[in-house]
């Protein structure tokens, strides 16, 4: 079937807050266990006492979330093209989109499993941590890369789910995920004494676990759906359009991660009891970034249906919603943080050197939701209506900004200054996208 015969399928949608809310709502709660599991993580290696051991645990995080997050277009790009297809009524082409990703989650998750020595070593190299914080980091990081295929098919299943707007689904498969890896990283990081390498063992077997029933749901449901021609996952242009778009988002993921490695190994230079802090701060900035991520999942969704079924008062609606939605909860998380930090600081870390410098920069972690939320928002759109290349362009400008900002704000007000730029970096990705928003509009309907 051509896109003209289907889009002849699509059906008539309306976005509206309700529409809006669907998608958002089970995602934001599903994307909060994320950063939960991170406080988890912290908190029990938190428990030791011991910084150089926190430390070690936010940079092996750090490196892993750079390689990993840099294949998020595994999550994102299945989005978008599950949503456009389902906006031209397109079924073949949802079912070809999903399993043209699961063959390339496969084998990048297993060169990445292959690689996780040296993946290893290259942290350690680029975080020039002191002694005990690069070895607990390499355990880490040894372990977790094992679940790198399962992880990469899991980006995959999740994807095609919300391409389809099913955040419910989305929501189980997070809680059977993050429940699972959080009960094991108390029960081996802290009961069992198994420090960092429990909770990298719990990693692995609630991915593990997340992939099996991902996979039983979703095959489940090809197996009643009309067949899928092989020919169709091996189409060559479906593939090249898969893989400059996928080529475009791992760009602006990988730019992105840089972003908060470079912000890391500042802070790493700024002394152990610092870096330990920004950890435990940044715990928040990614509360209030998965706080936001819903609203953003359901921009993707609705953007790309309303893309693939050439709708433009959708796509203006869905625009306008969710940057409503989105700027409404920020402050929230924002007005949460700054009334209720110092509490969480508390309990996420016994030491009370971190707790003491973390209360400091409190503020600045806080107003990451306000900062932060157009970016997130614009991504959403622009993911959803596949404009990678416009979206990798502003990225690569934002990050281009963050390192002026990072080398001059911190060698001049040290911690203040590298916070500092952060807000900086965040600002800019959101407003350079927001600016060409309209053109991008007028070209695509």
Request: hydrophobic fraction near 60%.
């Amino acid at each position: 079937m051509d896109q003209l015969s289907a889009t002849a399928n699509s059906r008539p949608f309306v976005v509206t807050n309700r529409s809006v809310l669907a998608i958002a709502v089970p995602m934001t709660l599903a994307y909060l266990t994320t950063p939960l599991l991170g406080i988890v993580d912290t908190a029990v290696i938190g428990q030791f006492g011991d910084a150089a051991l926190l430390g070690g645990l936010a940079a092996g995080a750090l490196v892993f979330d750079v390689v990993f997050t840099s294949f998020n277009f595994l999550r994102s790009g299945t989005t978008g093209l599950v949503a456009q297809a389902l906006g031209r009524g397109d079924e073949l082409e949802e079912q070809a989109v999903f399993w043209r990703a699961v063959l390339i989650a496969v084998v990048a998750g297993i060169v990445l499993a292959a690689l996780a020595p040296l993946v290893a070593i290259a942290g350690q190299w680029f975080m020039d941590a002191e002694p005990r914080v690069s070895e607990a980091m390499a355990v880490y990081i040894r372990i977790r890369l094992l679940a790198a295929p399962f992880s990469l098919i899991n980006y995959t299943i999740l994807g095609y789910v919300l391409g389809r707007g099913e955040g419910g689904l989305g929501l189980m498969l997070q809680l059977v995920l993050n429940g699972i890896n959080i009960a094991l990283c108390i029960l081996l990081g802290l009961e069992l004494g198994w420090g960092v390498a429990g909770v990298a063992w719990a990693t692995v077997t609630g991915e593990f676990v997340a992939m099996l029933l991902g996979l039983a749901i979703v095959i489940r449901r090809f197996w009643a759906a009309p067949r899928l021609p092989r020919y169709r996952v091996f189409d060559l242009p479906a593939f090249l359009r898969m893989a400059s778009l996928n080529r475009d988002i791992m760009i602006r993921s990988f730019s992105l991660l840089a972003a908060f490695a470079l912000f890391t190994r500042q802070g790493a230079q700024f002394g152990t009891v610092t870096l330990a802090a920004n950890a435990v701060l940044m715990n928040f900035f990614l509360i209030a970034g998965y706080f936001l991520d819903g609203f953003a999942t359901a921009a993707e969704q609705l953007a790309g249906r309303a893309i693939g079924a050439r709708a433009v008062m959708q796509f203006r609606q869905a625009v306008r919603l969710t940057l409503f939605w989105g700027f409404g909860l920020a402050a929230t998380a924002t007005l949460v943080l700054l009334l209720g930090g110092t509490d969480l600081i508390a309990l996420i870390t016994t030491s009370q050197d971190v707790r003491a410098i973390a209360g400091i920069y409190l503020p600045w972690a806080a107003f990451t939701a306000l900062s932060g939320v157009l970016a997130f928002q614009m991504d959403g759109v622009f993911i959803g209506a596949t404009w990678s290349r416009d979206m990798r362009n502003m990225m690569l400008f934002s990050f281009l900004v963050f390192s002026a900002a990072l080398l001059t704000l911190a060698p001049a007000f040290g911690n203040h200054g590298l916070w500092a730029a952060l807000h900086v970096f965040l600002l800019v990705r959101g407003f350079s996208l927001l600016a060409i928003l309209r053109l991008r509009m007028r070209t695509a309907f």
